[in-house]
């Protein structure tokens, strides 16, 4: 179901990486509001709190005081959370960990691209996710987006 | 005087009522009588006197006896009768049905001219159309004529007809009376209080023991009352005799009959009747005999008691089994408060009362049944043992039953008591058998032989099995015809006997007998004895034998053992000898003992002698104490290795002794000797010392190169276990450093992607070109950061075998290669391959490399077909690849129609880093197949490749099964 407003949490230590999504989604038609976060906890307290969710979350593994794995974890085992499709956002792509934390209940996960394109194309499919109703079945191949 | 009818009146036939009427107008002409004129004066006179009585009279006048009467005699006639007709008829003619008996009466008269009395004669009259029997109380009296004669005979009577019926009827109805007394078994009597007698019947009198006399003195009566009623009696006839009271009386007592002796119980119920004046003028009643009931009584308050006491269970119930009575210790059984509402299937332990429900109909059945049955004591909630025994009561005279009853005994007791019997008559059992077995083979026997020929007179039974016959056979037959052969020596015995008349005993005398047909030899005490008959002549042989078979036959083979024994011990090579009792007598030593430790002295110097006085020396050492402890508690003693000093003729000697004391015991347990065995093992002791010696050096050295080991063992621990915290450290440094260094990069992937992007027009061809190649060298580095992770991986990975479906991870590695494979358009064949005991993602990534590889390499124009092969191989002793020989491994093949290489880089294309083409031609970091090869050193396996230029290349991987 396409949305007048998409709210997105971006969970990011790295600034530069950070203007990369917030650019990117600006270029597609869809319109997106970008929430970011320093790091983990930052995160998870605006989720406690907050009655407004996203439709997305999206979840760097290297951040410090609580990484990106253990951010998933919290989001999962909250029940008014749990059902927030989240996208695993890294540079790296090992495949163990990649199962992981699919079988942990992530949705997504993209590798950072190293093209702005590549980017932007990538976010489509994510709102493309979220429209058809952000359903976790999916398998490790169409769990990983990587350019 | 002439009456006014004509007739002539008589003044003395004046009056007279009816009669006088009918006298007077009868007409007297024709009767005997004649006219009344000429009448005598006495007939007038008679006459007028009778037709004036009111009382009844009759007059028979002349010796014709004609009839005469009054009014009041009239109705003696009856009716239809013979009034009127007798009036003045003769005598016989009127009284023709009893003339017999009044005529003689009349003529008494006129000869005795005496008047007769008759009172309550029958005389029967005719009357009333029949001849009744009538009662007279009459007299006949004379009538004097004017000159004194008879004139005629004057009647005057009453008929008493009824009062002599009644009279009749009373008598009747009195014997009647006593008639149903004596029916009654009644006694009766009557007082007369006034005059203190009794009348009473012959029963009561029978009782009393009374004179026959029809009345008595009370006081007789009284007589028969035993002492101690008679107050009691006395005060109650006081008492209905008192003119206040109602004059009951009701009383029972007892009574003895003096001649008799004979007591009664008696009830005597009766009446006393009071007259005006207040006086008891009768006391009279009935006397019962209720001895019996008295006696009947009795026995049923012992019945009851006895039931009421009873130890056993006494109940009563109706013909459904509801219990109308329980006795108390029936009760107390039960621990029931009362039998109320209860049936007789209540009283019976639950387990059993399908049982008792079979055994009530028997009741019905046969009348009756016992059994053995268990009862329920309610509160205790015990059960225990009854024997059952239930009965129909029938009424006697319809024989219907009225009720079901039970007489049971507690037989608890018995039933334990009955165990206890089985057990020991178990017991005895076995004891008669043991018994039985006892005579069997200790017999003694007795037997008498007479005669020369030894015939058998008198023999038990343990003799006759000794010769082997029944009793019918032996008694009667020589002895010798019994026995088998081989009792010669027993004959001459006997005969001897005969001869001698003198007794002999033998101990262990030999027979021959049969046994099971065959002939054995059994031994016997026996004693001889000869008999002889009054004369003092011997003519026969008593023998009395015990069987002392088994003790003799015991006694032989102990002396047999004992020789074997013997020599044993003196052939034996090993030192032995015997010593007997405290003072350690050298009874026997055998030739190894007196060359090895009595080396020097002979025989007789040793045997018989105490081992002391033959070794003083010992003295002094431990041994002398040893062996006299053996003797003592019979406990054997043994010594290893014992350090022996021995003085002999070569001087002082040490020996190195093994030595046993073995206690040997006597028939009754005690121990009186010693066997000692010694064993001289100086060589050996010396040997082991040696050997102990040698083998302590040995074992410092062990210990010192154990230690050594050890030491070396915990630096290798320590070696590993740094290495693999290294390790750990280095994965992790690895990773992180690889996403470190390769975040960077991106970025400038990035940015320079965006400036192209963003900034296209404004840059130039050659700014275009050069941000382009930023971004290409950018890419190879992050490539082979990755490769190097990989690498570092292969190395440092703690392994992870699983069991995996080889196939299943080529179709996953295929789809991850999905893109690749559609755009090049290869087309892969593959084998089915096995299933191993692998690293996955180790497997999957040599999978994805030679894959990717072979797509890579596959030359321009190509089409690329891969082709995957699998087989089983077992190679041989020698092989370059560093596999072990004869075991088994899967050869998985995979070539491709690529551009192949030169075979002289067949190894090298393995090394890190090692490219075969430049950069430029063919991309790669170098790494890939170093990374293979790695992988393939982790799961023992190997790779190879083979390949010819333009001719494709065959990858060779080599796992073991």
């Known amino acids: 179901m396409l949305k007048d407003n998409y709210s997105i949490f971006l969970a990011d230590d790295d600034q530069d990486d950070t203007q990369f999504l917030i650019d990117a989604f600006k270029e597609l038609p869809q319109a997106v509001t970008v929430t970011t976060f320093d790091n983990g906890v930052e995160l998870m307290d605006t989720l406690w709190k907050s009655d407004q969710l996203p439709h997305m979350i999206f979840l760097d593994l290297f951040m410090p005081m609580m990484n990106g794995e253990e951010c998933l974890a919290d989001i999962r085992n909250e029940t008014k959370l749990s059902k927030i499709p989240v996208v695993i956002y890294s540079t790296m792509l090992d495949m163990q960990k990649a199962e992981i934390l699919h079988q942990k209940g992530a949705n997504l996960y993209l590798r950072k691209p190293s093209s702005f394109e590549a980017l932007k194309d990538a976010l489509t499919q994510c709102i493309r996710y979220i429209d058809e109703g952000g359903n976790t079945a999916r398998g490790m191949a169409d769990f990983i987006i990587q350019y | ?961």
Not at chain 2, 44 to 61: E, R, V
Not at chain 2, 256 to 273: D, L, P, Y
């Open chain 2, 1 to 961: 005087m002439i009456s006014k009818t004509g007739k002539p009146q008589f003044n003395f036939l004046r009056g007279g009522g009816e009669m006088g009427e009918i006298i007077r107008g009868k007409n007297w002409k024709n009767t005997p009588l004649g006219a009344p004129e000429t009448w005598p004066q006495s007939l007038k006179f008679a006459l007028t006197t009778m037709l004036h009585s009111a009382f009844p009279c009759f007059i028979f006048w002349g010796k014709d006896y004609v009839g005469l009467y009054n009014d009041a005699y009239r109705p003696s006639l009856g009716s239809k009768g013979k009034h009127p007709f007798i009036l003045g008829q003769k005598g016989k003619d009127a009284w023709p049905e009893n003339w017999d008996v009044i005529h003689p009466l009349l003529q008494r008269v006129w000869q005795t001219e005496k008047a007769t009395y008759s009172e309550d004669q029958r005389i029967p009259i005719e009357r009333n159309d029949t001849i009744e029997d009538a009662y007279w109380t009459f007299s006949y009296s004379p009538i004097f004529d004017e000159n004194g004669d008879m004139g005629g005979v004057l009647t005057t009577l009453i008929e008493t007809t009824q009062a002599v019926d009644a009279f009749q009827k009373l008598s009747l109805s009195e014997d009647e009376l006593k008639f149903a007394i004596e029916a009654t078994d009644l006694g009766t009597w009557d007082v007369d209080p006034i005059n203190n007698t009794l009348k009473s019947n012959r029963r009561l009198k029978e009782w009393f023991g009374l004179p026959p006399e029809e009345e008595i003195a009370l006081s007789q009566a009284a007589e028969a009352i035993i002492g101690k009623d008679r107050q009691r009696v006395r005060e109650a006839i006081q008492q209905a005799t008192d003119a206040r009271t109602s004059g009951k009386y009701d009383i029972s007592y007892t009574i003895r009959n003096k001649e008799t002796g004979q007591e009664r119980f008696v009830r005597a119920v009766g009446r006393a009747w009071i007259n005006d004046d207040n006086i008891c003028y009768r006391f009279n009643g009935t006397l019962q005999d209720n001895t019996d009931q008295r006696i009947i009584e009795k026995e049923r308050l012992k019945l009851i008691s006895i039931v009421e006491n009873s130890t056993e269970f006494i109940s009563l119930a109706d013909v459904h089994g509801t219990i109308e009575y329980v006795n108390p210790n029936g009760l107390q059984m039960l621990a029931w408060d009362t039998y109320g509402d209860r049936n007789i299937l209540d009283c019976i332990y639950s387990e059993d009362r399908e049982e008792a429900q079979k055994l009530v109909p028997q009741l019905f059945e046969k009348g009756f049944f016992s059994a053995e049955i268990r009862f329920h004591n309610q509160q205790t909630k015990k059960h225990f043992w009854m024997l059952w025994n239930a009965f129909e009561v029938k009424d006697p005279k319809s024989n219907e039953i009225v009720a079901l009853a039970s007489v049971s005994t507690n037989i608890e007791g018995q039933k334990l008591k009955e165990t206890e019997l089985q057990h020991a008559l178990a017991q005895i059992s076995k004891e008669k058998e043991k018994f039985r077995n006892l005579v069997k083979y200790a017999p003694i026997g007795i037997a008498t032989f007479t005669g020369k020929q030894h015939i058998v007179e008198m023999a038990n039974e343990a003799s006759m099995r000794v010769m082997g016959a029944g009793k019918k056979d032996a008694v009667g037959r020589p002895l010798f015809k019994l026995l088998p052969k081989g009792n010669s020596h027993l004959k001459t015995l006997m005969d001897s006997i005969l001869k001698t008349g003198k007794t002999i005993r033998q101990l262990e005398f030999p027979g021959v007998v049969l046994i099971d047909e065959k002939p054995e030899t059994l031994y016997f005490n026996v004693v001889f004895r000869p008999l002889t008959d009054e004369a003092g002549k011997t003519i026969g042989v008593m023998v009395v034998a015990d069987n002392v078979t088994e003790s003799v036959v015991l006694k032989h083979i102990l002396q047999e053992n004992e020789k074997q024994f013997r020599k044993l011990i003196m052939q034996s090579p090993i030192p032995m000898a015997i010593y007997a009792g405290e003072e350690l007598i050298i009874e026997l030593a055998n030739n190894t003992m007196m060359n090895n430790f009595m080396a020097g002295k002979s025989e007789g110097e040793v045997i018989g002698k105490s081992l002391l006085d033959v070794f003083p020396g010992l003295k002094d050492q431990k041994y002398p104490r040893q062996l006299l402890n053996v003797i003592r508690k019979g406990k054997t003693y043994s010594e290893k290795e014992s350090l022996v000093v021995l003085e002999g003729e070569k001087g002082t000697q040490e020996f190195y002794v093994d030595y046993d004391y073995i206690g040997l015991s006597d028939v009754d347990g005690k121990v009186s000797g010693i066997m000692v065995t010694a064993n001289d093992v100086t060589a050996q002791v010396k040997a082991k010392r040696k050997l102990m010696e040698f083998s302590k050096e040995l074992e410092s050295e062990v210990q010192k190169r154990t230690t050594l080991l050890a030491s070396a063992n915990k630096k290798l621990a320590a070696s590993i276990k740094k290495l693999e915290a290294t390790n750990a450290d280095l994965e992790s440094f690895a990773y992180v450093s690889s996403h470190d260094l390769q975040q960077p990069l991106r970025k400038i992937q990035m940015f320079t992607s965006r400036i192209i992007d963003r900034d296209l027009e404004n840059l130039s061809e050659g700014g275009q070109r050069d941000f382009e190649k930023i971004s290409l060298a950018a890419s190879r580095m992050r490539a082979l950061i990755e490769d190097l992770l990989a690498f570092s991986r292969a190395n440092t990975d703690s392994p992870e075998f699983e069991r995996k479906d080889l196939n299943m991870m080529l179709d996953e590695v295929l789809e991850n290669l999905e893109d690749k494979i559609n755009t090049t358009g290869t087309r892969i064949e593959t084998d089915s391959l096995v299933t191993l005991n692998i690293i996955p993602f180790q497997i999957r990534q040599v999978f994805q490399n030679l894959i990717e590889n072979a797509i890579k390499f596959s030359g321009k124009d190509n089409t690329p077909v891969i082709t995957i092969g699998s087989e089983k191989v077992r190679l041989e002793k020698e092989n370059t690849l560093g596999l072990v020989a004869e075991k088994e491994y899967v050869h998985i093949t995979v070539a491709d129609n690529g551009i192949g290489f030169e075979p002289q880089f067949a190894e090298k294309i393995f090394d890190v880093f090692q490219r075969l083409h430049a950069k430029l031609e063919y991309d790669g970091t170098g790494i890939g197949l170093a990374i293979v090869r790695k992988i393939m050193q982790n799961h023992n396996g190997a790779i190879s490749a083979s390949s010819a230029p333009g001719k494709g290349a065959t990858f060779h991987i080599y796992l073991p099964l």
